[in-house]
């Protein structure tokens, strides 16, 4: 399904949503936290895609490689795990965001930045469950 074309007003709200969580939020922040909410959503279009952003903004090749595994890799930041770790719990919500997965994120960002971060990552997981819903093929911007 073009969910584009069969629901264009859900599709422009969505992309109105992303557009309005980014705001703010470090770019390459926003790719990892998009990759790895598609890594666990199993959202191949969306992995695709957002590792071709991360590579546009600046991402290295051996950050992306090793996000799935981003727990045991030294390469991010306190910053970025606190952000990986939130994203994290916000993505298997049903497992619940333990408090200190929000203490340390809110550790590491501000109110408004941290409010930011929570809609990219509620946005992220609404374009991995419509894409992998409709079957939506990697490689097809």
Known sequence: MNFSAVAPQVFKAVLALDAAARRGVDPVLVELVQIRASQINRCAYCIDYHTTDARKAGETEDRIYQLSA????????????????????????????????????????????????????????????????????????
């Not at 970025?80 to 997965?101: K, M, N, S, Y």
């Not at 929000?102 to 894409?131: K, S």
């Open 70 to 141: 981003w727990e045991e890799a030294s390469v991010y930041t306190g910053r970025e795990r606190a952000a990986l770790a939130l994203t994290e719990a916000v993505t298997r919500l049903p497992d619940g965001v333990p408090d200190e997965v929000y203490e340390q994120a809110a550790e590491h960002f501000a109110d408004e930045e941290l409010a930011q971060l929570v809609a990219v990552i509620l946005t992220v997981n609404a374009w991995n469950r419509m894409n992998v819903t409709t079957r939506k093929t990697p490689g097809t911007r």
